[in-house]
């Protein structure tokens, strides 16, 4: 069976293009794609030796591939990608077991239990329990069960480029649609407000995360990579989706990116100082120079509110009073739920009805950490502190993945602006807690010990 991340990188973009013109072209060949690509894992899951890799890849590419599904209805239901990385996962543990020192995240999921009980005293008669609850613990769910998987699970520093090589395609996708059919940005542009025109007619908080991981995939490869043509094409890759992500106005997607590009330089220069180079140095140069001109140009295309609207102010220069753009107040009155109720919350996805009784909007929670205290209590912190504290700790005895701090600012930030909306926090967050190690150098009439699941001291 052809494995497409051993592809050329560049008949792997190419390849992912021409597919985007043929869904643009005809609909109907979205979905033919997607579950023609969840067949196609399967099949490697179940026909190849070594399970954890294909569980890992499965998860990698369809997480990058559901911004893109979901604006263009490519799903059965809204949380499909969440229930499908936990499938996978399951299929994984089953398949491979999974770590004894994973208790952690067994004792998270734990957690979520109770506010279940107490949702089902609160809710409104005429709401639905199951869809209330699985609409704000299919999150959480996933990532503790990605977790599970992921904790101290082996991987090669090899396979993990592999795995993110593979991802970059689906986010070739979505930035490839956004530039073919969303309007001229001046004929959509005419306020400093998240951008819904220029994102595809889709949320721009999750396009611009989406294009946010692209962004950052595309920077590790040029960075580390030593070949012109690949660094061109990467650059080329990183350039566009940065400029897709500024014009989306949404700017957590997009900070979150620079905050993980921030944390790999600081990983590799500071901390593995022997996997730095001074070539390194040059390449940053270039993507210096590469966003200064992006960044130029995408103010010459918005008229110069692409400066404002990171400048927080609104189209006529003035400086707006609230820079997170309504998320205070909503996450104000999460707080004051979680006073309210103090030890056990007030219920999964109950928040949304406690707003609607005190000022009368029926919003959901864009931020994930106030949601927990809300609606789980201090038990929310309990869980909230299990997942800060259990990758640090392991990072104290682990420090061969470079991406790890990356993978954890990634997770706690795209949760902190926009909640669990996407698998990608989710996921991304079990990428942390990988145990990654270099590949054993093959020598010649010598085999190569098979590298085992998990980590054994």
């Known amino acids: 069976?052809?494995?497409?991340?051993?592809?050329?990188?560049?008949?792997?973009?190419?390849?992912?293009?021409?597919?985007?013109?043929?869904?643009?072209?005809?609909?109907?060949?979205?979905?033919?794609?997607?579950?023609?690509?969840?067949?196609?894992?399967?099949?490697?899951?179940?026909?190849?030796?070594?399970?954890?890799?294909?569980?890992?890849?499965?998860?990698?590419?369809?997480?990058?591939?559901?911004?893109?599904?979901?604006?263009?209805?490519?799903?059965?239901?809204?949380?499909?990608?969440?229930?499908?990385?936990?499938?996978?996962?399951?299929?994984?543990?089953?398949?491979?077991?999974?770590?004894?020192?994973?208790i952690p995240f067994v004792f998270y999921l734990l957690l979520l239990v109770p506010s279940i009980v107490i949702a089902s005293q609160n809710i409104p008669i005429s709401e639905s329990l199951r869809k209330a609850v699985a609409f704000n613990l299919s999150g959480p769910v996933t990532l503790g069960v990605v977790?599970?998987?992921?904790?101290?699970?082996?991987?090669?520093?090899?396979?993990?480029?592999?795995?993110?090589?593979?991802?970059?395609?689906?986010?070739?996708?979505?930035?490839?649609?956004?530039?073919?059919?969303?309007?001229?940005?001046?004929?959509?542009?005419?306020?400093?407000g998240s951008n819904f025109a220029a994102s595809g007619g889709y949320g721009p908080n999750q396009v611009a995360t989406a294009l946010g991981i692209g962004m950052f995939i595309c920077f590790i490869r040029f960075l580390r990579i030593k070949n012109l043509w690949v660094n061109v094409l990467d650059i080329?890759?990183?350039?566009?989706?940065?400029?897709?992500?500024?014009?989306?106005?949404?700017?957590?997607?997009?900070?979150?990116?620079?905050?993980?590009?921030?944390?790999?330089?600081?990983?590799?220069?500071?901390?593995?100082?022997?996997?730095?180079?001074?070539?390194?140095?040059?390449?940053?140069?270039?993507?210096?120079?590469?966003?200064?001109?992006?960044w130029g140009y995408t103010s010459l295309a918005t008229s110069g509110l692409i400066d404002k609207r990171?400048?927080?102010?609104?189209?006529?220069?003035?400086?707006?009073?609230?820079?997170?753009?309504?998320?205070?107040?909503?996450?104000?009155?999460?707080?004051?739920?979680?006073?309210?109720?103090p030890i056990g919350g007030i219920g999964a996805g109950q928040v949304k009805y406690y707003r609607a009784k005190k000022d009368g909007i029926v919003a959901a929670s864009h931020?994930?950490?106030?949601?927990l205290l809300s609606e789980h209590g201090s038990i929310g912190i309990v869980s909230l502190l299990v997942l800060i504290f259990t990758p640090l700790i392991f990072r104290l005895t682990h420090k061969g993945n470079v991406y790890f701090y990356a993978f954890l600012i990634f997770?706690?930030?795209?949760?902190?602006?926009?909640?669990?909306?996407?698998?990608?926090?989710?996921?991304?967050?079990g990428m942390a807690l990988l145990y990654v190690v270099k590949p054993k150098v093959k020598k010649k009439g010598v085999p190569v010990e098979t590298t085992p699941d998990f980590v054994t001291t």
């Open 1 to 102: 069976m052809i494995k497409f991340e051993k592809l050329p990188y560049s008949l792997l973009i190419a390849g992912h293009i021409v597919i985007t013109i043929f869904m643009i072209a005809l609909p109907l060949l979205v979905k033919v794609f997607f579950y023609g690509a969840i067949i196609y894992f399967i099949l490697r899951l179940l026909t190849s030796a070594d399970k954890n890799q294909e569980v890992i890849l499965a998860c990698a590419y369809i997480t990058c591939l559901e911004v893109f599904l979901k604006m263009n209805g490519g799903l059965l239901f809204y949380e499909m990608i969440k229930y499908m990385v936990i499938a996978f996962m399951l299929a994984g543990i089953l398949l491979r077991g999974f770590s004894l020192k994973s």
């Open 147 to 192: 977790a599970i998987y992921c904790f101290q699970r082996r991987i090669t520093t090899t396979r993990l480029d592999e795995i993110l090589k593979l991802c970059v395609g689906p986010i070739v996708m979505l930035a490839f649609y956004l530039f073919v059919v969303t309007p001229d940005i001046r004929d959509v542009v005419t306020n400093t």
């Open 236 to 294: 080329i890759l990183f350039l566009g989706m940065t400029y897709r992500g500024w014009i989306t106005f949404s700017r957590g997607g997009v900070i979150t990116a620079f905050l993980m590009i921030g944390a790999v330089i600081f990983t590799l220069f500071f901390l593995k100082r022997s996997e730095f180079r001074f070539s390194f140095l040059p390449k940053l140069g270039v993507i210096a120079l590469g966003l200064i001109l992006a």
């Open 310 to 341: 990171y400048a927080n102010e609104d189209a006529a220069g003035r400086a707006k009073d609230d820079l997170s753009t309504g998320r205070v107040e909503l996450i104000s009155i999460e707080l004051e739920a979680f006073l309210e109720n």
């Open 367 to 371: 931020n994930e950490t106030s949601r």
């Open 411 to 429: 997770w706690i930030a795209t949760i902190n602006h926009s909640a669990m909306r996407i698998a990608a926090p989710a996921f991304f967050y």
